[in-house]
C-alpha cells in the first residue's frame, strides 16, 4: 500500500515542471466522434446525452469484468446478484428495459427480464475498444426495449497492414482472480485478421470487514451448506466475511476478419464466443426458510454466447444516397438454472436454449446543411424451454418439472424501420435532430404440459404496431458550450419472460405466473442537457430529465385458477403476474465538472439522482423498483512522464426502507431492516509505463476494507483488494 500512494504522490509532485498533456476527456466536444446514429458524428451535433468510456479509460481500467467497468466509471449504476454478474442500471430502467448492443448486433432477445441481467460480463472488456451509453429512451433508432437507454459495446478492429501482439496477465487479492489476455493482429494491404482469448479464474469474495456499528452483523456469511459423507450439511464458516460458493470461471474469444477491397468498401466478418464455469446465485444460497438455509445448490449453468455476423461497408454507391451499410448476424445463447433444497435428493434442472437471427440495412445522404439515414432492420426469435429433476443418489432423471418458460414451440419477432434527420438550420450554431421509426412485433409461445400449474390457457400470441420519435434542438453560443433540449420515446413490446414466465420470485416468498394480456410499455422523456468549457481549466456538464412512463409493467397479486396463493414446492405461495397497471414518472439529474489546474493534473466528479414512482388502481403511490439511490465517484489524477496514477472514491447513498419496491425487483430480504446503507471506498491506482512495450499497474481497492453493498444486491462488495496488471505489447 505504502509503495502505490508513494509511486501515485511523487508523480503529483513533479508534475507541474515536466508534464506531458492528458488525454481528452470523453466531454471534449469537439473531439469525440460517436455513432448514436449508427454513422459516426460528432458528439456535440447529437442532441441525447451520450455518455463515452474511450480506449484510454478502458486501458486504464482494472475492473473484473464489462460490468465492473461501466460501474468504475461512475456514470452507470450497477446490481449485483452474485460474483459472476453485472445489471447496468440506466436513468431508472434497467436489465430489459435497457438495450445492449455489440458491434452493432442487439444481443436484447425474448428472454431478457425486467428483473437483474448478468449478460454484460458475455462481452470481454479486454477487448473493448470504447463503450456508448445513450442515456435516455433511444428507441427511433434500435427498436423495442430501448427505453432507458443503450449500451454500446465496440471491441476492438482489426489493423491493416500491421502485426502485433497483445499480452495481460491481472490478479486481484480480494477474490483470487487470476485473468489472462492474449490477441494477435495480422494485417496486410488489403486484410487483417485479429484473434483474441482470455480466461479468468475467481475464487470466492472476501466482504470488507470494517462495519458500522449499527450494522455490525449485516453481510456476514454465518454457515453454509456442504456435503458431509454424502449428506447435506449445515457447518459454520471460518471467515465470515468470505462469500462462500461465489467463485466461477469464465473464456472468452473472438476472431474478426477485415477485407478492404477498396478505399471506399469493406467487409468485415466477426466472431464471438464467450462461456463460463456453473456461476453459483451467492444471494439464492443465503436464503432462509423457518429459520435454516433453504438452498443446498442454486447455481447457473455456464452462460454461452455465440455470435457471429457479417458486416458490408462502403462510401463509393452510386444513387442519393452516399453510404451504406448491411449486415447479418446469428447468435446462440444458452442459459441455465439449478437448484436444490436442503437434504433433498432432486436437483431442479432448468435449461433455456435461444436461437437468434438478424437483417440490418443502413443508408446515409449527406448534404451541405443535412444529414439523411435511413434503415430498416428485422430480429426473430427461436427459443426452447426444458426442466428436468436430477437425482443425486442414483443418478437418474425424471420429469414432473414445470419449465421456465412455455415448453412447446416459442418464436418472437423484431422488426422496423426508420428515419433520421439532422438539419445545421445555423450551421456552427442552432442544429435539429428528429426522426420517426415504425416497428412491428410478434410473439407466439406455446404450452404443452399445464398439468402442474393447471394454466387455464395453452398458448400465447400477441401482435403489435408501434411508432417512436425524437426531436432535439442543439444550441452552440460559442465553441465551448453547449445547450441542447431533446424530446424522444420509447417502447418495449411484451416479450416471452413477461409474458409466460413461472418463477418463484423474492426468497421463496412469492410464485410469477403467466399472464398473456400484457400490452407493449412506453415512455415520453423531455431532457435538458448542458455543458460549458472554460479553456483548458475546467468543464461543466449537466443533465436534467423527466419521463412520463405509460402502461408499465409491474409485478402485483394475481390469482390463478381463482386462487391467491397455490401449492409450489411444497408449500402454498402467493401467486403474482406481470401486469400493466401503473402510470408512472421518473425524473433526475447528472451532472459532472473536471477541472485541470496544471496540465498534468485532472480532478473531476460526478453525480447522478433518479426519483420514480407509479399509481396503482387505488390512486395510491408506490416507488418504482430498480431505481437507484444518489451515486458517483470524485477523484483526482496525475502523470509524469511514464507514470500516472489516480486516487477516486465510488460512493452510494441510503436507500431508505419508505423508497423500496414492495411487489418488484430491489431485493428488500438482501438488505438491513433500514433499506441499505449508502456507502464510500476509496481507490488508489497507479500506472508505470517501461518504454512502449510494458506496462504495469497496480491498484488497492477499498483501501480503508469497508464493508457495502449495492443496492438491489444480493452480494457485498470486495475489501481491501490489491490488483496487479502486466501488459506487453509488440
Avoid at 501515485?8 to 509532485?13: E, I, N, P, S, Y
Amino acid at each position: 500500500m505504502k509503495f502505490i500512494l508513494l509511486i501515485t504522490l511523487t508523480g503529483w509532485l513533479w508534475a507541474p515542471a515536466y508534464a506531458r498533456q492528458l488525454p481528452a476527456d470523453s466531454t471534449n466536444l469537439e473531439e469525440v466522434i460517436v455513432t448514436a446514429n449508427k454513422f459516426p458524428e460528432k458528439r456535440k451535433h447529437i442532441a441525447q446525452q451520450t455518455i463515452v468510456i474511450g480506449n484510454k479509460e478502458i486501458t486504464r481500467s482494472l475492473s473484473n469484468n464489462t460490468a465492473g467497468l461501466l460501474e468504475h466509471s461512475g456514470k452507470v449504476f450497477v446490481q449485483r446478484s452474485q460474483l459472476g454478474g453485472g445489471s447496468p442500471v440506466i436513468k431508472g430502467f434497467e436489465a430489459s428495459r435497457i438495450l445492449l448492443v455489440v458491434d452493432g448486433v442487439r444481443m436484447n432477445n425474448a428472454i431478457y427480464r425486467t428483473g437483474h441481467l448478468q449478460n454484460v460480463i458475455t462481452v470481454d472488456d479486454d477487448m473493448l475498444e470504447r463503450v456508448e451509453v445513450l442515456s435516455g429512451p433511444a428507441s427511433t433508432m434500435y427498436g423495442s426495449d430501448a427505453l432507458g437507454g443503450v449500451i454500446h459495446f465496440q471491441t476492438k478492429q482489426p489493423l491493416l497492414g500491421k502485426i502485433q501482439t497483445n499480452v495481460s496477465t491481472r490478479y486481484s487479492s480480494a477474490f483470487n482472480e487470476f485473468t489472462g489476455h492474449a490477441d494477435v493482429n495480422i494485417g496486410t494491404r488489403n486484410f487483417a485478421s485479429l484473434t483474441a482469448f482470455s480466461f479468468s479464474s475467481y475464487g470466492n469474495l472476501r466482504q470488507g470487514g470494517q462495519r458500522k456499528s449499527r450494522y455490525a452483523e449485516f453481510g456476514k456469511r454465518n454457515e453454509y451448506i456442504t456435503q458431509i459423507n454424502g449428506i447435506d450439511s449445515i457447518v459454520r464458516n471460518d471467515n465470515v466475511n468470505m462469500q462462500k460458493y461465489s467463485d466461477y470461471r469464465q473464456y472468452d474469444l473472438l476472431q474478426k476478419f477485415l477485407w478492404q477491397a477498396s478505399p471506399g468498401q469493406s467487409h468485415e466478418l466477426n466472431l464471438q464466443y464467450s462461456t463460463s464455469s456453473d456461476i453459483p446465485r451467492y444471494d439464492r444460497l443465503t436464503d432462509t426458510r423457518n429459520g435454516a438455509l433453504r438452498w443446498a445448490e442454486w447455481y447457473y449453468g455456464p452462460q454461452e454466447r455465440l455470435m457471429a455476423s457479417y458486416n458490408y461497408q462502403s462510401k463509393q454507391i452510386k444513387g442519393f444516397f452516399d453510404e451504406l451499410k448491411a449486415g447479418a448476424s446469428y447468435q446462440h445463447i444458452e442459459e441455465s438454472r439449478m437448484q436444490r433444497a436442503y437434504r433433498k435428493p432432486l436437483r431442479e434442472n432448468r435449461i433455456e436454449r435461444i436461437d437468434v437471427m438478424a437483417l440490418n440495412l443502413d443508408l446515409r445522404k449527406s448534404m451541405a446543411q443535412h444529414d439523411l439515414s435511413v434503415g430498416a432492420d428485422g430480429q426473430f426469435n427461436i427459443l426452447n424451454s426444458t426442466a428436468f429433476n436430477y437425482d443425486i443418489t442414483t443418478g437418474a432423471k425424471s420429469a414432473g418439472l414445470v419449465t421456465r418458460y412455455p415448453d412447446g414451440k416459442n418464436n418472437m419477432t423484431y422488426s422496423g424501420v426508420y428515419a433520421q434527420h439532422l438539419f445545421r438550420i445555423i450551421p456552427g450554431k442552432l442544429i435539429l435532430n428528429d426522426g420517426i421509426r415504425f416497428n412491428y412485433i410478434s410473439l407466439d409461445a406455446n404450452f404443452i404440459d399445464t398439468a402442474l400449474l393447471h394454466l387455464p390457457f395453452t398458448n400465447a400470441t400477441q401482435r403489435h404496431f408501434a411508432y417512436s420519435l425524437n426531436a432535439g434542438l442543439i444550441y452552440l453560443p460559442i465553441t465551448s458550450s453547449r445547450i441542447a433540449l431533446n424530446f424522444s420515446t420509447g417502447f418495449r413490446a411484451p416479450n416471452i419472460d413477461d409474458l409466460a414466465k413461472v418463477f418463484e420470485s423474492a426468497g421463496g416468498v412469492q410464485l410469477v405466473v403467466p399472464n398473456r394480456h400484457l400490452k407493449p410499455e412506453h415512455t415520453y422523456q423531455f431532457d435538458l442537457d448542458v455543458s460549458k468549457r472554460f479553456g483548458k481549466l475546467i468543464e461543466l456538464e449537466a443533465n436534467a430529465f423527466y419521463t412520463l412512463f405509460r402502461n408499465a409493467v409491474v409485478l402485483d397479486k394475481f390469482t390463478l385458477n381463482e386462487a391467491a396463493s397455490v401449492l409450489y414446492d411444497g408449500q402454498m405461495t402467493p401467486v403474482v403476474a406481470n401486469q400493466n397497471k401503473a402510470r408512472a414518472w421518473l425524473y433526475g439529474f447528472q451532472g459532472g465538472f473536471t477541472l485541470r489546474p496544471a496540465t498534468n493534473v485532472s480532478l473531476y466528479s460526478h453525480i447522478t439522482y433518479t426519483h420514480g414512482r407509479y399509481k396503482q388502481e387505488d390512486k395510491s403511490t408506490v416507488p418504482m423498483d430498480h431505481i437507484p439511490p444518489v451515486f458517483g465517484k470524485t477523484g483526482i489524477t496525475g502523470r509524469y512522464k511514464f507514470l500516472e496514477g489516480e486516487v477516486y472514491v465510488l460512493y452510494n447513498g441510503k436507500k431508505k426502507l419508505k423508497d423500496y419496491n414492495p411487489y418488484g425487483e430491489d431485493n428488500l430480504q438482501y438488505a438491513t431492516q433500514e433499506g441499505m446503507p449508502g456507502w464510500q471506498i476509496l481507490n488508489v491506482s497507479t500506472s508505470l509505463a517501461i518504454r512502449k512495450q510494458f506496462t504495469i499497474q497496480v491498484a488497492l481497492e477499498n483501501v480503508l476494507d469497508k464493508n457495502y453493498r449495492v443496492f438491489a444486491s444480493g452480494i457485498s462488495g470486495a475489501g481491501r483488494n490489491l490488483v496487479i496488471k502486466l501488459k506487453a505489447g509488440f
